[in-house]
């Protein structure tokens, strides 16, 4: 008999988890528990879930709950009589009486290596403090946040022009098989939960907007490491006499000394079309975006705001 599954996810790095599920005969998806509809883009149109229109697309029922509270998700969550909860990037906090509901628990996909980087924004975290290696912890989940002991573990390595989104699709795609095969050791009893080393743990708290504002004091990698991170989401940006410009792309260039000071733009170095002074060495913008504007590789930048030379930016 198939082990019932319940699975509790929302956005595109869900999908491959629950994907492994679909494709294993030995599982069986009987409810699907994502965010509710929220409204997107220009037109401020209602945007479905890329899970719930995995599950739609199968058939599989789907709850839609604002909060996992009260009697009335109790009892939606208990009718499925799930053998597991599996849980990746979900968006919200699960009840120690959520979490033991199944025969087996709830099970959570993970992106980093835990206790490293615990929290919503692992990937993030991982680029910008300049780790060499990642990858995906399948763990039992407790009602702390990420400190469940560890079923499973998959690492990799963070190469050196890593984004955000790049290591994103390569954790998320370790899910298949990582998922399933951890499901069925922990249905035999061949695997075994391993308590996390609390001394060991970092955090990788919720990123909001304002973090993207580059910092031009920093040092040239940091400013790049934290670009590479935040692409796309939530991005980097400075201003420039007043305007909002993105940086969406870039490379730091080493120098010894930097006769630029923080901030100051040039035109006129041979490295680059266009360098940026930092706390240390220079930083070369390749891919930039002015408000209200579409983004341009840095030459067209140039040829068409050569005003910017000698500038500061910053706010």
Do not use: C
């Not at 906090?93 to 615990?118: C, D, F, K």
């Not at 060499?132 to 039992?140: D, K, V």
């Not at 060991?200 to 304002?210: F, I, S, V």
């Amino acid at each position: 008999m198939a082990l019932r599954v319940v699975f509790m996810g929302t956005p595109e790095f869900a999908i491959p988890s629950l994907q492994s599920l679909l494709g294993a005969s030995d599982f069986e998806v009987v409810g699907v528990v994502t965010q509710p509809d929220r409204p997107a883009g220009r037109g401020n149109q209602l945007r479905q879930s890329p899970v719930k229109r995995l599950a739609q697309a199968y058939d599989i029922d789907v709850f839609q709950p604002e909060k996992l509270r009260g009697d009335d998700v109790m009892a939606r969550l208990a009718a499925w009589r799930a053998d597991f909860h599996v849980v990746a990037a979900y968006g919200q906090i699960l009840r120690a009486q959520i979490l033991e509901l199944p025969t087996y628990g709830s099970i959570n996909v993970h992106a980093s290596l835990l206790p490293r980087w615990r929290g919503a924004a692992p990937i993030q975290a991982a680029i910008r403090a300049g780790d060499r290696q990642t990858g995906l912890t399948i763990m039992q989940m407790d009602p702390g946040l990420d400190t469940g002991p560890i079923l499973a573990q998959e690492a990799i390595e963070i190469m050196p022009r890593e984004t955000g989104e790049s290591l994103h699709d390569k954790l998320a795609a370790l899910a298949d098989p990582l998922l399933v095969d951890t499901l069925r050791g922990v249905a035999s009893g061949d695997i075994q939960p391993q308590p996390q080393d609390d001394a060991q743990a970092t955090l990788a708290p919720r990123l909001k907007k304002e973090e993207g504002e580059i910092d031009w004091t920093a040092s040239a990698e940091e400013i790049d490491r934290t670009v590479r991170a935040f692409y796309p989401w939530p991005g980097t940006y400075t201003y420039w006499q007043g305007e909002l410009l993105k940086i969406i792309e870039g490379s730091p260039v080493l120098s010894a000394n930097s006769p630029l000071s923080p901030g100051r733009v040039s035109l006129s170095r041979a490295e680059a079309p266009m360098l940026i002074g930092t706390g240390a060495g220079w930083y070369a913008p390749l891919r930039l975006q002015l408000a209200g504007r579409k983004a341009m590789p840095v030459g067209d930048f140039v040829n068409g705001f050569q005003e910017i030379d000698a500038a500061g930016l910053g706010g």
